[in-house]
C-alpha cells in the first residue's frame, strides 16, 4: 500500500519537458498509466504509444493501466485489443467502474465502505446502455422515476454532445430527496478523437452544488491505488511514477499518496497550456497551471513516447 503523504520529491525542481520517457525511466521501476489521453484517443492509439510500451517491458517495467472508464475490466481489454493496444503491451488494468462494481456487489459485507450496506434497492441509472454492466449480478430494481430511487448510479452523460442542463431536472429530484449518488467516473471531461465531452464527473460535481451526497470511486482518491500496486507487486512507492494528462485527477492523485508524476500535455489541458497548431507548447503556462492546482510533477511531455 502506498503512503498516504504527499512527499513532494520534486517540490524544489521547475518543470521540464521530456523528449521521452527513456529520459527518466531508469529512474523507475513501476509505472501507472492513464488510458484515456494518454494511450489513446477514445478511438485508436496515439502514435508511438504501443511501442514506448514494447520498449518498457523489455527494459523489465511493470505497467499498469488505472483508468476512470467506468467499466469493467474485461470490455477494456476488449476495446483496448480492438483498437490495437494487445494484452502484452501492459502488465494489469484496474478502472474505477470495476471498484465501483465490487462494491455494489459485496454491499458492505466485508470491510468495505459503510455507505453500501446503507443503500436500498432501487437504482435510477444516468448514462449510456453501455455501461450498465456495473449492474451485471448487483442486487437492485431499476426505476426511471428519481422520486421513486434509493440511490443514483452515475457513469457519464448518455449522448456524446449532452450539456449538462438536460440533467438538472432529475438530478434536482434527487437531490430534494437526499437520494445518495455513486460517481463511477470522477473525470470532469475527455477528449474522444478531437472533441471534448462530459463525464461523470461534472454531472457529481452539480449534484454537491445541491447538496447532494457523492461516493467517488477512482483516481485522485486514495483507495483505488491500493488495488493497483497490488498488480504491481507492491513496489517502492518512490520508483513508482504516475503518467497521465489530467491535473485534478492524475497528477493530484499521484501526489496525494506520495508518488512522481509525469504529465502529459496533448491532453484535455492542451488548450489551456498554449499548444499551438505548429506543435509548440508554452511551458511557463504549464508550470502556471500546475501551480495554480498546488501540483508539482516531476516533468511534462507531449505524448508518451519512448
Given amino acids: 500500500m502506498p503512503p498516504r503523504l504527499w512527499q513532494n520529491t520534486a517540490a524544489m525542481e521547475r518543470l521540464t519537458l521530456l523528449d521521452g520517457l527513456r529520459q527518466i525511466a531508469d529512474g523507475y521501476d513501476a509505472f501507472i498509466l492513464d488510458l484515456w489521453g494518454v494511450l489513446h484517443d477514445g478511438k485508436q492509439p496515439y502514435p508511438g504509444v504501443v511501442d514506448c510500451l514494447m520498449a518498457m517491458k523489455r527494459a ?3 505497467r499498469v493501466i488505472l483508468s476512470n472508464a467506468p467499466r469493467r475490466i474485461e470490455p477494456v481489454i476488449a476495446r483496448l485489443t480492438e483498437i490495437g493496444i494487445p494484452p502484452e ?3 494489469g488494468i484496474m478502472t474505477s ?4 462494481w465490487e462494491h455494489l456487489q459485496m454491499r458492505g459485507r466485508s470491510a468495505g465502505i459503510p455507505f453500501y450496506a446503507q443503500l436500498g434497492k432501487r437504482c435510477y441509472f444516468i448514462g449510456p446502455d453501455r455501461d450498465l454492466g456495473l449492474l451485471e449480478k448487483v442486487v437492485h430494481e431499476r426505476t426511471d422515476d428519481p422520486r421513486a430511487a434509493d440511490f443514483c448510479l452515475c457513469t457519464g452523460i448518455v449522448e456524446r454532445d449532452d ?5 438538472e431536472p432529475a438530478l434536482k429530484a434527487l437531490a430534494k430527496r437526499e437520494v445518495p449518488m455513486i460517481c463511477a467516473n470522477p473525470d470532469l471531461v475527455v477528449r474522444h478523437g478531437d472533441k471534448m465531452e462530459l463525464c461523470a464527473g461534472s454531472l457529481a460535481a452539480f449534484y454537491e452544488e445541491l447538496r447532494g451526497t457523492v ?8 483507495d483505488i491505488y491500493d488495488h493497483v500496486f497490488s498488480l504491481l507487486g507492491h513496489p517502492d512507492p518512490q520508483r513508482t511514477l504516475a503518467i497521465g494528462d489530467s491535473l485534478r485527477t492524475d497528477m493530484g492523485g499521484a501526489q496525494t499518496i506520495g508518488i512522481d508524476g509525469l ?4 491532453g484535455i489541458h492542451s488548450e489551456e497550456f498554449g499548444i499551438s497548431d505548429a506543435g509548440d507548447i508554452d511551458m511557463e503556462r504549464v508550470r502556471a497551471a500546475c501551480d495554480d492546482e498546488g501540483l508539482s510533477p516531476r516533468a511534462a511531455m507531449r505524448r508518451l513516447v519512448w
Fill in 215 to 222: 461516493l467517488y470511486h477512482g483516481k485522485p482518491f486514495p
Fill in 60 to 62: 523489465g517495467k511493470k
Fill in 89 to 91: 503491451a501492459y502488465d
Fill in 263 to 266: 504529465l502529459i500535455t496533448d
Fill in 163 to 167: 450539456f449538462l442542463d438536460a440533467y
Fill in 97 to 100: 467502474g470495476q471498484d465501483a
